[in-house]
């Protein structure tokens, strides 16, 4: 078991650590900050300096260097844009996008998993297809293009919800949340519900398939020979042994939907991480991009690491099977 | 268009209906950008200033048109070459109620230089400055080390600061260096406390949430016309279609900048187009200094170097077309750098579109067949920049000069362009100081490190009758005089051809029927000058 750790433990960190090369060397390519930063009107002698004072005078062996040497010490740098700690601005940013995944997660199970039971209990009834039908349009539909429709249609159309941005916040626990304000909650239900819809699809696509299995088993046609009404049988037998899989992956889809909301934040001037991510790369403020992604690598490779280690106490093969491999 | 104008009428009875008392007199301004801190000495750049000008105010100020107007200051000379007197205006307060004097002048100056991890330093304006005196509490005598004509210009972007607010000694003294009496200096981060972000303008500063909003409240106590806004909130919406889509909803009353695509679906909502010439001129640059780089047909040689072939090009592009067709009539046709009347231009005439000529020109330059050239250019910065390279590109190709366009975002293409990368580019300068020294001297000066010239020369055309022209130009502190000398300076770099003007930008801003904004040149969005035309719902 302990070998097993720490092989995955050293899987994790050498991920982390071509994560680190690749995103430095990424960044490092798309181009002089300092051309971006700069008022065009300063002159040649501040130009320098201001590179100079960046770091970015060095060659890119001694930056890479200076890089992973203050990555080792939790470091990852002066933002160039705010001239603060680049992990203090983007962890500013944290709560506005973990209640838009939060909300959005609630909302795609809440309407995905009773429609995804529907189409799964009657799979050949219009209403049954037209969820499925419905389903691949919110998979092959782009993001943003859904995004901008909702916004003309329950905004600029119907006048319903304002078009953007955050609303009221209030303090909660430390972190400024906008979700316990009227004026709050209306800013986030548009945004919600596009961040939503591509998981809602994925949720009714998997209650369907586990529906249709389960509702073959001969428990529930036990339950149902019993006598149950055909909604108790549902929302108990059926219901609670299709959330298995539907839960797992909705775990693991969390961590993507907070590091990857960035094309609804830009879409409706969330002021999320995401939204941060995409001014940072517009203004090439490196260190902001380069901690971004880091902690992103972070989240998800930590993810990963306790789903096998969780899998591992489950399953005695995978232990067995690494310990021989 | 009865019919819309009726439903718009409903709309504004049901919205004066529902509409809370507490949002009467509020202007919500969806920006397209965001300023990057509320120091006003800490970012020098044109988004930052915008918004914190409403906040904030120099010495001096620049009209819609930036012609220089009194602000703190109400008159200035030069005493001589290297020697401003300014006289400051009385009965100023701060919002923290203090009084402004020279003591607060001479503490902003010195401020400048301790500003730490400044992306881009305020440092070129005050860098010329030897010494900052008092002269009374109501007088300041700057003193430059070489005539600088442009100081009072300069000064409209340097705001003033509370030495109070602060934390300043009751005695602040300038030196190049080190001033003392400066006490505990506030970094930038501490502006975001109303308590610091202490100015004289018409709004104070309530509460600034970054990628989200910031909003000022009137101040009382204002020395100018009370503004008209009790409240005012600004907020940063950087892609295109959600600021319009947040103006047709009602989100905010006013947009800077809509794409010009979208324009008549805006005026179709009964909303207010407002445009102006801004001082963006767009360019061509080309190579002039020895080989260029990505050119075939040309055995090596460089065309660019011969005057003929610039020309060529010149009059190779119809500029009434990118105008009116790429443009949607947002852009005027350019004749020089800086739209006319504006300080330094001379009313020169636009190049004509004339192909035949163009092919001519090619031909006595030994270029009958054309020769093959790459043109850079942003997809991502100016209006539609990459539109009007493909039609310049198309247009050089029907005289026989083969283009091919290679686009790419912003922040690449400054730097492949400071890299010298292509030879011939389309690139946009807008003369931050509202007169023609600022781009002759970064666009058409001889690149020089040392003297801080041509810093934006990057096809390196030179000429030194002109560099000594400007030179004169920009230590001659007489009007008129600059003018002229200005001028001469400008007319040599175009009869060369030096550079290719294309065209003017329009700024445009969309608002509210009710709401009116006289259209800035320098494109700045500030709230404080919104005015309100009608009795409307606001």
Redesign the interface.
């Known amino acids: 078991m302990i070998v097993y750790l720490v092989r995955r433990l050293g899987q994790s960190l050498i991920a982390v650590v071509a994560m680190a090369v690749l995103v430095f060397l990424g960044v490092y390519a ?4 300092v ?13 320098a ?2 590179t100079q ?1 960046l770091g970015l005078d060095k060659p890119l062996w001694e930056q890479f260097v200076i890089f992973i040497g203050n990555l080792l010490q939790g470091d990852l740098g ?1 933002s ?5 700690p680049a992990v203090e ?1 983007i962890l ?2 944290l709560p ?1 996008t973990m209640e838009l995944a939060f909300v959005a997660l609630v909302l795609a199970v809440v309407i995905g998993v009773p429609l995804g039971v529907l189409a799964g209990l009657k799979p050949d009834s219009i209403g049954g297809r037209s969820i499925m039908a419905g389903s691949i349009l919110g998979f092959s539909l782009p993001n943003f293009w859904q995004g ?1 429709l909702l ?2 249609v329950f ?2 159309m119907l ?1 319903w919800l ?5 609303g009221q916040t209030v303090e909660v626990l430390g972190m400024r949340l906008s979700l316990f304000t009227w004026d709050g909650l209306q800013h986030l239900i548009l945004p919600a519900l596009n961040l939503a819809l591509f998981k809602m699809s994925l949720v009714i696509r998997l209650a369907r398939a586990n529906t249709r299995e389960v509702a073959l088993q001969d428990y529930v046609k036990f339950a149902r020979a019993k006598g149950l009404s055909a909604r108790r049988v549902v929302t108990v037998h059926v219901l609670k042994n299709i959330m298995i899989p539907v839960v797992t992956i909705l775990g693991l889809e969390l961590g993507s939907m907070v590091a990857f909301a960035v094309v609804t934040e ?4 969330w ?2 991480m995401g ?2 991510l ?2 940072s790369i ?3 403020d490196r260190p902001l991009i380069v901690a971004y992604l880091m902690l992103t690598v972070l989240i998800i490779v930590t993810i990963n690491f306790v789903v096998d280690i969780l899998y591992s106490f489950l399953d005695p093969r995978v232990r067995l099977s690494e310990v021989k491999g | 268009m009865k019919l819309a104008t009726t439903r718009l009428a409903a709309a504004f009875v049901a919205a004066g209906a529902l509409t809370a008392p507490a949002y009467a007199q509020q202007l919500t301004i969806g920006l397209k950008s965001e300023a990057t801190s509320m120091d006003p000495q800490f970012h020098n750049l044109s988004t930052n200033t915008q918004v914190l000008l409403n906040v904030f105010e120099g010495l001096t100020k620049q009209d819609a048109v930036q012609r220089l107007e009194p602000s703190l200051a109400t008159e200035w000379e030069a005493v001589d070459d290297t020697t401003w007197r300014f006289t400051l205006r009385e009965g100023v307060k701060f919002h923290n109620g203090s009084d402004f004097t020279a003591r607060d002048v001479i503490y902003t100056m010195c401020r400048v230089p301790l500003v730490e991890n400044s992306p881009s330093s305020y440092t070129i304006y005050t860098g010329t400055m030897t010494d900052v005196a008092a002269d009374g509490d109501h007088a300041v005598i700057i003193t430059t080390d070489g005539p600088d004509p442009l100081l009072p210009t300069e000064l409209a972007s340097l705001p003033i600061l509370s030495a109070d607010a602060l934390g300043a000694e009751d005695e602040v003294t300038y030196a190049q260096g080190g001033c003392e009496g400066m006490g505990e200096v506030p970094q930038s981060p501490a502006f975001n406390s109303p308590d610091v972000a202490v100015g004289t303008g018409p709004y104070t500063l309530d509460e600034f949430t970054r990628g989200n909003q910031l909003v000022m409240s009137r101040f009382e106590g204002y020395w100018g016309d009370a503004p008209n806004w009790e409240r005012v909130v600004m907020r940063p919406i950087s892609s295109d279609g959600p600021r319009v889509a947040a103006l047709l909803s009602g989100d905010v009353d006013m947009i800077e900048s809509p794409p010009i695509q979208d324009i008549p679906r805006i005026e179709q909502g009964g909303f207010k187009i407002v445009d102006a010439l801004s001082n963006r001129i767009i360019y061509l640059a080309m190579d002039q200094e020895g080989e260029a780089p990505s050119l075939g047909g040309t055995n090596g040689e460089n065309p660019l170097l011969d005057q003929k072939v610039r020309q060529a090009i010149s009059l190779a592009i119809n500029r009434e077309a990118i105008a009116e067709r790429i443009m949607g009539g947002f852009a005027v046709p350019a004749g020089e750098l800086l739209p006319p009347p504006m300080f330094g231009t001379s009313d020169r005439d636009v190049d004509p579109y004339d192909p035949e000529r163009a092919k001519e020109l090619l031909a006595e330059a030994g270029y009958p067949d054309g020769f093959q050239i790459t043109l850079g250019t942003p997809n991502d910065r100016y209006i539609n920049d990459e539109q009007v390279a493909q039609a310049v590109a198309q247009m050089l190709a029907r005289v026989g000069i083969q283009t091919t366009v290679d686009a790419m975002t912003a922040s690449q293409f400054f730097s492949r362009r400071n890299a010298q990368e292509f030879p011939i580019y389309l690139a946009g300068w807008g003369a931050a100081s509202g007169e023609m020294s600022s781009p002759l001297k970064s666009l058409l000066a001889t690149y020089d490190k040392d003297a801080g010239m041509g810093v934006t020369n990057a096809g390196r055309y030179s000429n030194a009758e002109f560099d000594e022209i400007l030179r004169e130009a920009m230590t001659t502190i007489d009007d008129a005089e600059r003018e002229t000398l200005l001028q001469q300076a400008g007319t040599i770099a175009l009869d060369e051809f030096g550079i290719i003007p294309l065209h003017y930008e329009q700024t445009v801003w969309a608002m509210k029927p009710e709401l009116s904004y006289e259209p800035r040149v320098d494109q700045y969005t500030i709230a404080s000058q919104v005015e309100s035309s009608g009795e409307g719902s606001n």
Request: a neutral charge.
């Open positions: 798309i181009g002089n900050p051309d971006v930063l700069i008022n065009p009107e300063a002159n040649q002698a501040e130009v300096a201001v004072r002066n160039f844009v705010y001239g603060r601005i500013e940013r506005a901008m916004i003309l905004a600029v006048g304002p078009a953007g941005g955050r830009t879409v409706f001037a002021p999320g939204k941060l995409i001014d517009n203004l090439l």
